[in-house]
């Protein structure tokens, strides 16, 4: 199964902090390049083919390492340009890279074509609990 999230960071605290930070129950976060990042990640959906879930999200990144204070003195950070973060993980494995707006057309490309070969194993829903849920909301 493949689940799929997006967001902008439309929140204002938020950031990425460092990419080598563990977590519980996943291993080191990995940033690759665009390259590698489509290649490992055709290697977690084939792994996860039979069973299991591939986790994508895909944020806005300024370049920042640090979080942004609450109170006290806030520094003028400009970003050179967007960067888009994307992670992928199975929940054993991290990856992760950052696609600069110079090549996001190229990288999408590669990816949707990525998406499009591996997304063929996913379960139908039932139409049965579908008209249970439907009569009992009414």
């Known amino acids: 199964m493949v689940r799929a999230r997006s967001g902008a960071s439309g929140c204002g605290g938020g950031s990425v902090s460092g990419a080598g930070r563990v977590q519980r129950g996943a291993g080191a976060m990995v940033l690759l390049e665009s390259e590698q990042f489509l290649t490992e990640l055709t290697r977690l959906f084939q792994k996860c083919r039979t069973s299991g879930s591939v986790y994508i999200t895909l944020k806005k990144y300024d370049g920042r390492t640090k979080p942004i204070p609450r109170k006290g003195?806030?520094?003028?950070?400009e970003p050179a340009d967007n960067k888009c973060l994307l992670r992928a993980t199975d929940g054993?494995?991290?990856?992760?890279t950052v696609v600069s707006s110079k090549e996001v057309n190229k990288?999408?490309?590669a990816y949707s074509n990525l998406l499009r070969a591996n997304m063929d194993g996913l379960k139908k829903k039932d139409k049965k609990s579908k008209n249970k849920k439907s009569k009992a909301t009414q």
């Open 92 to 96: 054993k494995k991290k990856i992760s």
């Open 107 to 109: 990288f999408q490309m």
């Open 73 to 77: 003195h806030v520094e003028g950070f």
